[in-house]
């Protein structure tokens, strides 16, 4: 088992050991047993009948609703007669639901005092312990060696999937029944303080966030010069603006064209990168983890190539929050892009675009793309945004507010990757935590009361 996390506590071991003769769990306090799981469980004892009543109501979680560190994080109403064919499974407290397909997401929860109806997928396996402490068996359920196993013993590529009958002889660790409750009180405890601290840490990422969106709201509206005189911009819903500045719609500043039309056709091996939605990031940064190539005639390149200083708007998408999410565009190379992305070219003796990347962002920070009358289908055109009204300084102050924002955006960026690996470091240690506490480790006894 890997140290990560333990090093950081204080190491209480038992007094003797022994070999547990299964592999990964190594070997085992003296005292403790190991046994397959169904027998110390039953897997999937109730379920909904077909003859339910067609206006019988419930909550249904589905695998989706499930987060390896969270548990159920959502929960969504039905009536029997508009669930899915899959909501079924019923759960209790004290139930555990550990998910059968699509395993690699490691769906499993607790079920703790669940409110209303709960209903679950047949993707589960719902575990309910017999003659072990249900939450001492649900942290085994949890743990890396249980966890891993399912995932190592599931099959398919796509769609990996495991028999809840596979799923019954996988072993867990059985201490004595004092112990079991003194492991769960120790894990409910100690991974209570770890989950305040990363929802504490999260919530400074979320502050951070906020300060870095008012910061450009600020910058890109009101300019850095905080004594400079105030105009009415004549938008109502743009406000005020510096005195100097000016209101101009927005084909008055760039040239906005779409990109390649058609299907993608991700089998090519040779051709020109084309960026897609999928690279533009919620955050207006461009992600190249899959860019497929095109074809593009050599007739066509100078209309369709990007150039430095480009910027790619998100027009049409399913979803509101990322629609007219804006990057920036400074590769090296050819590239070219999807019709769904709408391409601003700007002159730069007169226009900075990194200004604009900044604005554009901001208007989709507030929701206001979402919420225009253009963004009721999720779209906003290139005729829509030709006509949208858009804020110019004079270009030596988009430089300005440009340069101020990128440094502002680097700094702010570093204390969030610092907050992000410690949340991750966290998480690994709360898993290592569980790790060794359920499979004798440490010895918690003790520290329980500490």
């Known amino acids: 088992m890997d140290d990560l996390g333990l090093r950081q506590v204080k190491r209480a071991t038992y007094p003797a050991y022994k070999p547990s003769g299964v592999e990964w769990l190594g070997d085992l306090p003296k005292h403790w047993e190991v046994r397959r799981l169904k027998y110390a469980a039953s897997i999937n004892d109730e379920a909904l009948p077909g003859t339910t009543d067609p206006d019988y109501e419930f909550n249904y979680v589905d695998i989706g609703n499930v987060d390896a560190i969270n548990g159920i994080v959502a929960r969504e109403p039905y009536r029997f007669e508009d669930a899915p064919s899959r909501a079924r499974r019923i759960v209790h407290h004290g139930d555990t639901i550990v998910s059968t397909v699509r395993t690699y997401l490691r769906a499993i929860a607790s079920i703790r005092e669940p409110d209303g109806h709960l209903i679950v997928s047949t993707g589960f396996a719902v575990v309910r312990p017999r003659g072990i402490d249900p939450q001492y ?229 507030t929701g206001f793309f979402a919420s225009s009358k253009a963004g009721v289908n999720n779209t906003f055109n290139q005729s829509e945004l030709n006509n949208l009204w858009v804020i110019v300084p004079p270009h030596k102050e988009q430089v300005e507010i440009a340069d101020f924002l990128g440094r502002e955006a680097i700094r702010i960026d570093r204390l969030v990757l610092k907050i992000e690996q410690s949340v991750v470091a966290l998480r690994e240690y709360r898993t290592a935590l569980i790790s060794a506490a359920v499979m004798g480790k440490i010895d918690v006894r003790e520290r329980l009361k500490g």
Not at 218 to 229: E, F, S, Y
Not at 336 to 362: A, K, Q
């Open 137 to 365: 068996l649900s942290y085994s359920l949890r743990s890396p060696y249980f966890v891993e196993t399912i995932v190592s013993r599931s099959t398919g590529v796509s769609y990996p999937a495991i028999n809840a009958s596979e799923v019954s002889t996988i072993a867990v660790t059985v201490p004595s029944a004092e112990e079991q409750g003194t492991i769960a009180s120790f894990l409910d405890r100690e991974t209570g303080r770890i989950d305040a601290l990363i929802a504490k840490k999260q919530r400074q990422i979320e502050l951070l966030q906020e300060k870095r969106a008012a910061l450009t709201s600020h910058a890109v509206t009101k300019g850095l010069d905080p004594n400079v005189k105030m105009k009415d911009s004549g938008i109502e819903w743009l406000g005020q603006i510096p005195e100097h500045w000016e209101v101009w719609l927005l084909k008055r500043v760039c040239c906005i064209s779409y990109g390649m039309g058609g299907e993608l056709d991700r089998t090519l091996s040779q051709g020109v990168p084309i960026l897609s939605l999928p690279n533009v990031t919620i955050n207006g940064t461009l992600s190249l983890d899959e860019v497929p190539l095109a074809e593009l005639p050599e007739d066509m390149k100078p209309l369709l190539l990007l150039r430095r200083g480009d910027l790619l708007f998100n027009w049409r998408n399913g979803s509101a929050d990322h629609l007219g999410k804006t990057a920036y565009f400074a590769l090296d190379g050819e590239y070219t892009h999807v019709s769904f992305l709408l391409r601003l070219r700007f002159d730069p003796n007169r226009h900075d675009s990194r200004y604009y990347y900044r604005l554009l962002n901001g208007f989709r920070a």
